[in-house]
């Protein structure tokens, strides 16, 4: 009898690549039966007391992608995020790969140009490539991805689907990156006091993806180390968050989720870079037009109160 040969297998490629200054997890996804991948989340270096950054993080990506001769298609956003800058603009500038995120970024642009005075920004979405839709589908080679918008955290959050059909069982499981959404099941949950964040939205959108298959895959977007908890992890299950997310594991209700959420919160301080990365984020990782001198500067709104 002859051999048969192996069957193909759809199914990413994942690397994770951690950022341990801002807790950052960023992805290569690749489809190794063409060779296209994608980078979800990836960050800038930057240190806001020196005004000093670099792409030591974004190269490393890229030579990685480069030892396996990956061609990178498209740089994907979870959301604008409020803790670190977006080396979105240099990959897409090194590989010609366009800049994807939520369609919803529209709100947040509109709610941040008046807080930093941003009289030159559109709030159409336009600084970006893609706006993606709940339900959108896209490709990277074979593989395909599918659009979740999970708001909650931020207005304009979404998560990244992927099936990967494993023909030779005949048992598909999907992968999805969840951006700030569920954490850890030990840490749990993403803040929701940012402009436009909301708890009982959170919930719900958590509640959509606890609704995949509980062997379904999750990718998180951050790790802060639980308490008793020594080393970083940014992979889980359904399953598992369901069974032990301290903040939503199955039991928990929307008002409970809600007023623990909203007390968390109160006692969160402001994310260290969180005034240069909303700036820099919403235009799609681009820094400001530098002035004469050649220099780009940031705003820090200032409000002095006065009456204490
Ligand atoms: N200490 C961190 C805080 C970062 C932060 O606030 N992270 C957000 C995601 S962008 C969050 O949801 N944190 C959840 C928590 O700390 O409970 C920083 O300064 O960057
Ligand atoms: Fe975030």
């Known amino acids: ?106 709100d947040v642009q509109k709610i941040f140009r008046p807080v930093f005075a941003l009289n030159d920004m559109k709030t159409d979405g336009s600084d970006f490539d893609r706006l993606l839709r709940d339900g959108d589908k896209f490709s990277i080679g074979q593989l395909i991805v599918t659009v979740l918008h999970v708001p909650g955290h931020t207005p304009a959050d979404v ?21 700030d959404t569920l954490f850890m099941p ?20 958590i509640r959509r993806v606890l609704s995949f298959p509980d062997d379904t895959r999750l990718f998180l977007c951050h790790d802060y180390k639980a308490p008793g908890r020594d080393d970083y992890r940014w ?8 069974r032990n997310n301290i903040h939503v594991h199955e039991g928990v209700s929307e008002d409970e989720f809600v007023a623990m959420r909203e007390a968390r919160d109160a006692t969160l301080v402001v994310p260290k870079l969180l005034l240069p990365s909303i700036q820099v984020n919403i235009r799609a990782g681009q820094l400001p037009v530098a002035e004469a001198n050649g220099v780009s500067y940031l705003k820090i709104p200032i409000q002095i109160e006065t009456d204490a």
Do not use: C
């Not at 998560?159 to 951006?179: C, M, P």
């Not at 992979?235 to 369901?242: I, Y």
């Open 186 to 205: 030990d840490y749990g949950t993403a803040r929701t006091d940012f402009p436009g964040g909301d708890a009982r939205t959170l919930y719900r959108s």
């Open 1 to 106: 009898m002859s051999q048969q040969p192996d069957p193909p297998s759809i199914s990413p490629v994942i690397r994770a690549f951690f950022d341990e200054p801002t807790n950052t997890i960023s992805y290569l996804v690749a489809d190794p039966a063409t060779g296209e991948a994608a980078i979800i989340d990836p960050v800038l270096d930057f240190d806001v007391a020196s005004g000093k950054g670099g792409v030591k993080s974004a190269r490393k990506i890229l030579d990685y992608a480069g030892q396996y001769g990956w061609r990178i298609v498209i740089v994907l956003e979870t959301h604008a995020h409020a803790d670190h800058l977006s080396a979105a603009p240099y990959i897409k500038a090194m590989t010609g790969a366009p800049i994807g995120i939520g369609e919803h970024i529209k």
């Open 235 to 242: 992979e889980t299950t359904v399953g598992e968050e369901k």
């Open 159 to 179: 998560a990244y689907n992927i099936r990967a059909n494993h023909i030779d069982s005949g048992e598909d499981s999907d992968v999805l990156f969840v951006g």
